[in-house]
């Protein structure tokens, strides 16, 4: 039990805090949820425009360091910004590029200078993960055969259809391996868009088969990477999740206080104020989670701690979102369930989010051996 109750830190430096108020008032200015709604059904998912503008203020750099163009300020600074975005509904490859770099900058270090330089300068990267739909596997299926060309597909790849560089886990001999691939490698056919419940997320199956890498990444430190890069991925997905959660407790608390029945705000019915409470208590308890996880993730490789934290923050925020969105159509009434109220837009993020780097279920399974064994 020591790394449950051994490390409970909880910082919130000033960097995060500045970054925190400047991504908030960037996204209630430049995004509010009608121009988010007007992105929903494009095939980027959100404004060029609005993108540039991040990739301008050096949000793709914050995690990289210096010496590739980006900000130095580490992997936690990322946090409060991703809980913005997840604030206002906005899709962006921010997320994905992140974890590109991460990857990529944790197995391959100093050799991936030129790659990190790009992202830190808003070349579109993401990493193409998952063999089928299962996080707990070990998704090494792509192969690289003996003409050092990769073999195989990978699913659901995140912002595949905007991405000019991806980053395939496969294997080499039963080896892991990461191969770095240009978008002009592929075929046009080679990508075939995935129906997401969420419509401000995009992604894609792409066959690689056939491909020849720009450059092929092995080593011990390729294993380690994508340990991190899956609970890190996990992390950012429940910090977006709190950041959604928050947002919806604030348009129920909206409802509650302008809709009338029976002459009297549904507001003051106890039937409608305790779950409310409900979910201000979750949303805050996820906040708490993964401001503890980023306060203990160092730049090399992730600790048990961290591990536990970041797999607890994962879990409460899935359950979280779930439990507000759901709340939030059911608060609504009729219109609820109806595309016009915003409310549907949370319980597909909520949907979404339970399933991207591993539901609860996956991740307690793997806290109960870190925690009772």
């Avoid at 579109?124 to 089928?132: E, K, M, Q, W, Y």
């Avoid at 509650?256 to 779950?275: C, E, M, N, V």
Wanted: proline share 2%.
């Amino acid at each position: 039990m020591s790394s449950l109750v051994g490390n409970v830190a909880l910082n919130f430096s000033e960097e995060q805090s500045m970054l925190l108020d400047v991504a908030r008032a960037f996204v209630r200015d430049k995004a509010p949820i009608d121009r988010v709604r007007a992105q929903l059904e494009t095939e980027a998912g959100y404004d060029q425009a609005v993108w540039q503008e991040m990739v301008d203020l050096g949000w793709t750099g914050i995690a990289l360091p210096e010496s590739v163009g980006g900000s130095a300020l580490g992997f936690s600074a990322v946090v409060p910004v991703i809980e913005a975005l997840g604030h206002g509904l906005l899709g962006t490859p921010l997320m994905d590029m992140t974890l590109a770099g991460q990857l990529l900058l944790r197995a391959g270090g100093a050799a991936q200078e030129s790659a990190l330089a790009a992202i830190a300068e808003g070349e579109i990267a993401t990493v193409a993960f998952l063999d089928g739909a299962d996080w707990g596997a070990d998704n090494t299926g792509v192969s690289l055969d003996d003409q050092g060309c990769l073999q195989g597909s990978k699913s659901f790849v995140g912002s595949a259809q905007v991405a000019s560089r991806f980053v395939v886990v496969g294997n080499q001999g039963g080896e892991p391996l990461l191969a770095v691939v240009a978008r002009d490698a592929l075929s046009d056919d080679a990508l075939v868009a995935n129906t997401l419940i969420d419509l401000t997320k995009r992604s894609a199956r792409i066959d690689f088969s056939g491909v020849k890498p720009e450059q092929v990444i092995t080593g011990e430190a390729v294993v380690a990477a994508l340990r991190d890069y899956r609970l890190l991925g996990a992390l950012l997905a429940a910090v977006e999740a709190t950041g959604a959660g928050a947002r919806c407790l604030e348009v129920i608390v909206d409802y509650l206080k302008t809709r009338k029945q029976f002459g009297k705000l549904i507001g003051s019915y106890q039937a409608l104020k305790h779950p409310t409470v409900d979910i201000y208590c979750a949303v805050e308890d996820s906040r708490s989670f993964c401001y503890h996880a980023a306060s203990i993730i160092e730049e090399g490789g992730l600790s048990a701690d961290a591990e536990t934290a970041c797999r607890m923050a994962k879990t409460s925020a899935g359950d979280m979102l779930v439990f507000a969105g759901d709340r939030a159509v059911q608060f609504h009434g009729g219109i609820g369930f109806t595309w016009d109220c915003d409310s549907t837009l949370f319980i597909r993020r909520a949907q979404w989010t339970q399933q991207v780097f591993g539901d609860a279920i996956h991740h307690r399974k793997r806290l109960a051996s870190l925690l009772l064994d």
